[in-house]
């Protein structure tokens, strides 16, 4: 299973984001790509789901996440969710 991150790096939500990411990747199995939201997959990913904000997670290509930082309960909700 794949979860997407897309964000900037000059954004301290971004960065936490990542981190929150990453340390549940790694405890639930899940791959983490991060996408630079200023990159060119970066704005189209943008551009196709309406992204004015970031950071936003997707998930087979749906936007699951754009609250802000989600918790480690809030990862394992949309993994969930999403099956």
């Known amino acids: 299973m794949e979860v997407v991150l897309v964000g900037a790096d000059w954004c301290p939500y971004t960065q936490k984001a990542k981190k929150?990411?990453?340390e549940a990747s790694g405890e639930?199995?899940?791959k983490l790509n991060y996408i630079e939201v200023?990159?060119?997959e970066g704005r189209n990913l943008a551009k196709k789901?309406?992204?004015i904000s970031v950071p936003v997670i997707l998930q087979r290509d749906e936007v699951?996440?754009?609250k802000?930082?989600?918790s480690?309960?809030?990862i394992k909700k949309i993994l969930e969710r999403s099956g």
Do not use: R
């Open 38 to 40: 200023s990159s060119e």
């Open 72 to 74: 480690k309960s809030d």
């Open 49 to 51: 789901h309406n992204i």
């Open 20 to 22: 929150v990411l990453s």
């Open 64 to 66: 699951v996440y754009s």
């Open 68 to 70: 802000g930082v989600p």
């Open 28 to 30: 639930m199995g899940f």
